[in-house]
């Protein structure tokens, strides 16, 4: 007897060889030989089913490996996705962080170049009273020593009223 499992025609071949011999043990009186029909038959028909069974079983196992690749699939990209924002969060981040530097250093470049301009102004200033005091002072210094010899004059001046004679 051929492997009805494993042979396709072998099933559909025992099926007839049952039938063959339920119709043979009809016709010729052996219930034994219609019995051993009807059973092979029947194997047959079992077998047939069990190969239908496992091949929808098989159909239902890649129906279900490939819903399970598609469900890793779409973890993955789930988990790729939520990199790449993390990523672009943390560039966003950074890029924000680097502004931020450059607005500090300017602001503080700013600020150091109004202090060194309000320096100069103070320095340029001071300087400028300083000039003016020297030039006062030599002003006051040139006034005393003109006041001076007016009043040297002023003292010979009067020397000669007081003695004209000695002046002479």
Known sequence: MSDPISSPAGGMFDKLKGKAKQVVGSVT????LKTEGTLQEKTSDAAREARGAEIRADQEQAEADVDAQLAEN???AQRLQTE???AARQAQVEAEAERTEQ???QQTAQREQAVEQQAAREQTAASQEQVSAAQDRAKAESDAARIEALAEQAKADAADLKDPDQGR
């Open 84 to 86: 790449q924002e993390a």
């Open 74 to 76: 779409t973890i993955e």
């Open 103 to 105: 607005q500090v250093k």
């Open 29 to 32: 009186g052996n219930d034994d």
